[in-house]
């Protein structure tokens, strides 16, 4: 979905997101200065064809209680991992984390969290045509609204709630346990007891 008007109003709501999330995590203010660097010189960041590093959007998918998070056995990349994928023009980062989390899972969510969850820059290797680039991701905290049942999508090989505190059964990924750490931090105030 391609937004109309000047690349200033595209990236508006994200550069807006990006300075309360630096104000919250200080000490990622080298990934944050990456983020407004891609948006400043390269326009066409939201396309997956920008090779300089790409936006995507990805899900922090918990169940109705925030006990548990969905992850993907990602297909292509042979990981557990968060759901999420490719923003192709969407200049809104959290509708591509949802709209990406109901394509990839069958469930219908919504946002449980305006705000950043998490930001991180990974390398993905060259494949096909694709020389290597940069995901540059963008994470939300996004909730179940219809329960646990889940559908696997062509992307992934599985999918599986797995209690956060177990998270090291399935994946040594740091940004995932960063994620879980700010996501517990957090469910107090979004899971009222």
Request: with cysteine.
């Amino acid at each position: 979905m391609r937004s109309p008007g000047p690349p200033s109003a595209r990236i508006e709501p994200l550069t807006d997101q990006l300075a309360r999330y630096a104000r919250r995590f200080p000490e990622e203010s080298a990934v944050v200065e990456r983020f407004r660097r891609l948006l400043a010189e390269h326009p066409n960041c939201f396309e997956r064809d920008c090779w300089v590093g790409h936006l995507t959007g990805a899900a922090w998918l918990v169940d109705p209680t925030g006990r548990d998070v969905l992850l993907t056995h990602h297909r292509k990349l042979d990981a557990w991992l968060q759901l999420g994928g490719h923003c192709d023009g969407d200049p809104h980062t959290a509708a591509v984390a949802l709209r990406e989390a109901e394509e990839e899972s069958g469930l219908a969510v919504e946002l449980l969290w305006s705000e950043i969850l998490d930001l991180d820059v990974h390398a993905i290797p060259e494949r096909g045509d694709d020389p290597g680039h940069f995901h540059f991701d963008v994470r939300y905290i996004v909730v179940s609204r219809s329960g646990r049942v889940y559908q696997v999508s062509d992307e992934s090989h599985d999918l599986a709630w797995v209690p956060i505190d177990a998270l090291d059964a399935y994946t040594t990924e740091p940004s995932i346990r960063r994620m879980a750490d700010k996501f517990l931090a957090l469910r107090g105030g979004l899971f009222p007891a």
